[in-house]
């Protein structure tokens, strides 16, 4: 099993900055990609963006050149660094693993005011 810890969401107004962390803790081996996924109310849930073990990484056209994905091996976190905040950014985020099984953290809430 993989524990997940997703901490850094609020309120920010609109062209603000928010740093989302996620702590993994458990079966680390069974982890080859981490990201942030967000879901808006009354929408599906959407990946934001995820790094590969190798440190790839890949995003969301919506938030290409905003949002910046880094991962802490020796911490076993990643950050979800958010510039540039807009409205259409609010939504709880999720931190999420893949490998081995997926697993998602509880979801942190992410609200940027107009």
Do not use: H
Request: charge should be positive; glycine fraction near 14%.
């Amino acid at each position: 099993q993989v524990q997940l810890v997703e901490s850094g969401g609020g309120l920010v107004q609109a062209g603000g900055s928010l740093r989302l962390s996620c702590a993994a803790s458990g079966s680390i081996f069974r982890i080859n990609v981490m990201g942030w996924y967000r879901q808006a109310p009354g929408k599906q849930r959407e990946l934001v963006a995820q790094v590969r073990n190798g440190g790839s990484t890949n995003y969301a056209d919506s938030v290409k050149g905003r949002f910046t994905i880094s991962r802490d091996n020796a911490k076993n976190t990643v950050y979800l660094e958010m510039n540039s905040l807009k409205p259409e950014d609010t939504a709880v985020y999720y931190c999420c693993t893949r490998g081995i099984g997926t697993y998602w953290g509880q979801g942190t809430q992410v609200t940027v005011s107009s």
